[in-house]
């Protein structure tokens, strides 16, 4: 019952902030154990590719290689059990969800180029790898929506649909009233201590699931860890606009539904207007009460929304 209770939080904060290490041990096995068992539930088995560069890329994949691959892309600080809970109502899909450059379980060079046109090219070298480059669904959240756009305007005619959630990289749009002023040495999104991420936590969601402070202290560590090559990304993609490259995704006609939480707090809602007029074919789905993270948030709808989408592609 205790996986079941704290499952659903749990997810979210690995969203977030990636696996970790952290002093309680005690906590640290609880958390690998919820885990495993919401990837049981979504049947998800991990693996990893090395990529030309040398660094290694690990994925999320479910067994249904019969169906259309569908590539799922986190967000910055997140990983791939971002999108481990909605992947069980996404079983009709073949799943490929990785653990970007520079998060989670894959490698974290300090040098690397982490804007959307480096991590789309990898994406597409592990595409190829599993040979279904060709006819590939692409969905992103936040940094991962940015770079869905940069994959989409980067091989076109590769791409059948895009799935947009609180995407970053349109940022003529302007910043939210709660990030005016920040900077890298100030920014809600970089953790210093266990208390900015119990902030964090709050400021990304409107409505936050409980998880207990002993569990999110362990989340919290490697956030810490890390702060120093999350500021060097973070400083890379605030700067890296998609919204010129998202005209290919119009040229082309790709089908594309954006999907926004009314309350996000880290993107500004208005944003869904500059893609509208960038992508005059994108379906726009704004939803009540919900923050930067829909399939966290309202996962039950959104994988509603989104598989509404799909079936209305065949039409």
């Known amino acids: 019952?205790?996986?079941?209770?704290?499952?659903?939080?749990?997810?979210?904060?690995?969203?977030?902030?990636?696996?970790?290490?952290?002093?309680?041990?005690?906590?640290?096995?609880?958390t690998q154990k919820i885990i495993q068992y919401e990837r049981n539930k979504s049947d998800l088995e991990v693996k990893s590719l090395t990529l030309a560069s040398g660094d290694k890329m690990v994925y999320a994949e479910n067994a249904n290689v019969t169906g259309e691959p569908l590539l799922l892309i986190h967000g910055f600080g997140g990983n791939k059990d971002n999108?481990?809970?909605?992947?069980?109502?996404?079983?009709?899909?073949?799943?490929?969800?990785?653990?970007?450059?520079?998060?989670?379980?894959s490698s974290k060079p300090m040098t690397a180029d982490y804007r959307s046109e480096a991590q789309a090219t990898r994406l597409h070298e592990l595409l190829q790898a599993k040979?279904?480059?060709?006819?590939?669904?692409?969905?992103?959240?936040?940094?991962?929506?940015?770079?869905?756009?940069?994959?989409?305007?980067?091989?076109?005619?590769?791409?059948?649909?895009?799935?947009?959630?609180?995407s970053a990289g349109f940022w003529s749009a302007g910043v939210p009233k709660s990030l005016e002023g920040a900077?890298?040495?100030?920014?809600?999104?970089?953790?210093?201590?266990?208390?900015?991420?119990?902030?964090?936590?709050?400021?990304?969601?409107?409505?936050?699931?409980?998880?207990?402070?002993?569990?999110?202290?362990?989340?919290?560590q490697e956030r810490i860890a890390n702060k120093e090559l999350h500021a060097k990304i973070l400083e890379q993609i605030v700067t890296d606009s998609v919204e010129e490259r998202a005209k290919v995704i119009a040229q082309y006609n790709i089908p594309t539904l954006v999907v926004w939480g009314d309350k996000d707090q880290v993107i500004k809602?208005?944003?869904?207007?500059?893609?509208?007029?960038?992508?005059?074919?994108?379906?726009?789905?704004?939803m009540p009460e919900v923050g930067h993270v829909p399939m966290v948030e309202a996962l039950d709808q959104t994988a509603d929304d989104y598989k509404t989408f799909r079936k209305g592609l065949k039409k």
């Open 183 to 220: 900077t890298l040495e100030n920014n809600p999104l970089l953790i210093n201590s266990k208390e900015d991420f119990y902030k964090m936590y709050d400021f990304v969601m409107y409505k936050p699931p409980y998880l207990p402070k002993s569990v999110k202290a362990v989340f919290a």
């Open 131 to 166: 040979g279904v480059a060709s006819n590939i669904h692409v969905g992103g959240n936040s940094m991962g929506g940015a770079i869905s756009v940069a994959y989409a305007a980067k091989y076109p005619k590769d791409v059948k649909s895009l799935w947009l959630v609180d």
């Open 1 to 30: 019952m205790l996986l079941k209770r704290l499952g659903l939080a749990a997810l979210f904060s690995l969203s977030v902030v990636g696996c970790t290490t952290a002093p309680n041990s005690l906590a640290v096995n609880t």
């Open 269 to 286: 809602p208005e944003t869904v207007k500059v893609i509208k007029e960038i992508i005059p074919q994108s379906q726009i789905i704004m």
């Open 83 to 105: 999108f481990t809970r909605i992947a069980s109502q996404l079983e009709g899909y073949h799943l490929i969800i990785p653990d970007l450059l520079g998060f989670g379980e």
